[in-house]
């Protein structure tokens, strides 16, 4: 789910950067295409081996597969708007590569968050990854309970970033005139 995630991010906030090398002037349909093209393939890799896991190792149980799009779907936004953030943070401050780094720790990929303290699920109850991947692990492991999943927090927040995104990149980086007409149209 993180690679869904990270590979949107990625590919969003690259294709910027190269856009801006290359001094192509319209963004919009660079990102849009971006995302379709490393969504879609995120989706059929984690698709494809989640099957073939399922198939060589036979998985018992019963197993959500609505909860699983439905967390890929949460996963892809999220990655959108903080592939979209990224675009405008990396134009503005280049050491913010570094910092978005740290938010594969602090999604709960490598540990559970339930296992923590109090105080610190507190903390990481506003990353939103942390209630994409227990909407995950509810949908595949049976008896797992998560202690706190607001899907509607998810998507609020990546809307919230993908706007202050979009805000800054549209104020630090203007479409052209033609592509202003274009639009309008």
């Not at 740290?102 to 942390?130: K, M, T």
């Not at 899907?151 to 927040?157: G, I, M, N, Q």
Request: net charge positive; with cysteine.
């Amino acid at each position: 789910m993180f690679l869904i995630f990270q590979t949107t991010a990625a590919a969003l906030e690259n294709g910027f950067m190269h856009l801006k090398r290359k001094g192509r002037r319209f963004w919009p349909e660079a990102l849009l295409a971006r995302f379709l093209i490393r969504g879609t393939l995120a989706i059929c890799i984690a698709l494809s081996l989640g099957a073939g896991v399922v198939w060589s190792v036979g998985l018992p149980g019963f197993i959500d597969v609505w909860g699983i799009l439905f967390a890929m779907g949460l996963a892809l936004c999220t990655g959108v708007a903080v592939g979209i953030l990224n675009c405008a943070f990396f134009a503005i401050f280049p050491v913010w590569s570094v910092t978005s780094r740290l938010l594969f720790l602090a999604s709960g990929v490598l540990f559970l968050p339930r296992d923590l303290p109090s105080n610190i699920q507190i903390l990481l109850d506003w990353n939103p990854l942390i209630h994409v991947l227990s909407l995950l692990r509810e949908s595949l492991y049976h008896g797992y309970a998560p202690l706190y999943q607001a899907p509607f927090f998810v998507a609020l927040s990546s809307l919230i970033l993908a706007t202050i995104g979009l805000a800054l990149i549209v104020l630090f980086h203007p479409l052209p005139q033609a592509a202003r007409r274009r639009m309008s149209l």
